[in-house]
């Protein structure tokens, strides 16, 4: 196949959404033409992505990903207008390759803490794309204020890619910008003034003359040896990143969602069980009844588990719990990596985090054989509590609680405990644990709770009634997180007047890889919260 003939397979790959074979026919243009500066686009683009997911391979990827945008930022003066396109989407399609390029350099060199670079190349990425992206406004935002001297611009940028974020990041890059504009400027007066100003911009670069704010010097060189990290929204090399190997909780970096919005899916057949066959084009995603394009698709994700197994130990005393608790403990081992991490909790009148996230376990061993008898439920709080420590995991994020359903001394509310888990992104799994399922004394609004969350965040509700059915309900969690798939999409729209964004996946009735797609269910979260537009 000629090259021009592996440029337009590369194109019909891209447009219809294969990720894998995109990045394929890329690689075999680029061995035609070494210089193709779509396809060097593509490269440097896919491994930058692959950089923020963080891991062991991110610095590889980061660099890789350089390699592709300095090789195109090389090729980009000689590359000729195709005959098909005018010259203003031309210019456009330069200005886009070239903020792609300049991000992939930028990027690689704020990893190695070559700051000049970052911020030239960051500076030239931001300016070049045509929709505010906070992949290269927030790294720039990072460069600019850990530069000696600091550039106050980052204040800027740091604003404005915290109106692209979602969920925590919103609040935790703005209190990194405050705490450094503390720090440099000695107080926070006019901080409250350039955040309304930022925020009321219509661009994402600074007006021209701009300087922060007119305070005191910044401080001496000794002052700035007291100098906090930024928050580690970009993935950093390993030397700052190391996994947990034994009970001790590992140092997690935070982490800001970079419009990208993953969602993990279970797909089951009209019996129940899982169905992994499927394939990128046999799924919709719809985002506030709008259709998205799906940017990343993978099936029985590989990606680390977290999972905060809840006990709630008022259920039974005695031969029962112990069985109940030797169930746990087989889910546990069966579903465990050395990759995963599990954190223990207990609930009755408090919540108690009995380990850390920890893959060791002698460790989960030891947790559940100190789980002692309690006389209360504060079911809502462990839920809150549960996805607090969820939070700023990396990768999938699950909650398995084992309860009677019921609450009774909790002090955050059902609708708190809702919106954390929303915006931790984890996936809720609830065993309601009744000794008999027609019990007069059943908790039944406190079921009903549990079985809409777990809904709500793709996850499932069980009922158990004996240890066989406690056991069933172990191993079919354990099957859901084994055939899972990862859906990612880039939200069609930036910012929004809604707070909240409903998310709808469908299987194409259409689909070839399955016999009767009209069985099929889709589990996986209903919505997450955004950036509402100011």
Request: hydrophobic share 40%; charged share 20%.
């Amino acid at each position: 196949m000629n090259g021009e003939a592996l440029v337009k397979l590369m194109r019909a790959y891209q447009k219809a959404g294969n990720a894998s074979k995109t990045i394929e026919a890329a690689g075999r243009v680029l061995q035609a033409d070494p210089n193709n500066a779509p396809a060097l686009g593509l490269l440097a683009y896919y491994y930058r992505s692959l950089a923020f997911q963080g891991g062991a391979d991110a610095p590889k990827n980061a660099e890789l990903s350089a390699q592709y945008g300095q090789k195109g930022l090389d090729a980009l003066p000689n590359t000729p207008k195709p005959e098909e396109m005018n010259d203003a989407d031309f210019t456009k399609f330069h200005n886009e390759l070239t903020a792609i390029f300049d991000g992939a350099v930028g990027f690689n060199a704020l990893q190695k803490k070559d700051l000049a670079l970052a911020q030239k190349d960051l500076r030239e990425a931001v300016q070049d794309e045509s929709q505010p992206n906070i992949a290269d406004i927030y790294p720039l935002a990072t460069a600019d204020l850990e530069a000696k001297p600091m550039n106050p611009e980052g204040f800027w940028f740091a604003i404005k890619a915290a109106q692209l974020a979602q969920g925590q990041g919103q609040q935790q890059i703005l209190d990194y910008a405050r705490k450094e504009y503390v720090r440099h400027y000695g107080g926070e007066d006019g901080w409250a003034d350039l955040v309304k100003q930022a925020q009321g911009a219509q661009s994402v670069m600074p007006p021209a003359g701009f300087t922060g704010a007119a305070a005191p010097p910044p401080p001496s060189p000794a002052e700035l040896v007291k100098k906090p990290t930024a928050p580690n929204a970009v993935p950093r090399p390993p030397a700052t990143q190391h996994q947990a190997t034994s009970a001790e909780e590992p140092s997690t970096p935070i982490r800001v969602n970079l419009k990208l919005v993953n969602v993990f899916s279970t797909v089951t057949n009209a019996g129940g069980a899982p169905v992994s066959v499927l394939k990128q084009e046999d799924f919709q995603v719809y985002e506030d009844g709008k259709q998205q394009k799906i940017a990343v698709f993978q099936r029985e994700s590989e990606l680390p588990l977290s999972i905060v197994l809840a006990i709630d130990p008022s259920l039974s005393a005695g031969n029962d719990q112990k069985l109940e608790l030797e169930s746990a403990r087989r889910f546990a081992h069966a579903i465990l990596r050395p990759i995963d991490g599990i954190s223990l909790f207990q609930f009755s009148e408090v919540v108690d985090q009995l380990t850390p996230f920890t893959a060791n376990l002698r460790v989960i061993d030891k947790g559940i054989g100190h789980v002692h008898a309690g006389a209360a439920t504060a079911l809502y709080d462990t839920l809150y509590l549960g996805s607090e420590a969820l939070m700023e995991r990396r990768g999938r994020k699950v909650m398995v609680v084992i309860t009677d359903g019921g609450d009774t001394v909790s002090k955050s509310s059902y609708q708190e405990a809702v919106r954390e888990a929303q915006q931790a992104e984890v996936i809720l799994y609830s065993i309601i644990v009744v000794p008999i399922e027609s019990s007069a004394g059943r908790d039944i609004g406190g079921e009903h709770a549990l079985i809409q969350l777990s809904r709500d965040t793709g996850g499932k509700c069980f009922f158990a009634s004996s240890l066989e059915q406690l056991d069933a309900a172990f191993r079919q969690i354990s099957d859901a997180l084994r055939t899972q798939y990862l859906i990612a999409y880039y939200p069609s729209t930036g910012l929004s007047d809604s707070e909240y964004r409903r998310i709808e996946i469908k299987i194409d009735a259409a689909t070839k890889n399955y016999p009767d797609p009209s069985e099929l269910q889709v589990r996986h979260r209903m919505g997450y919260y955004a950036m509402p537009a100011k």
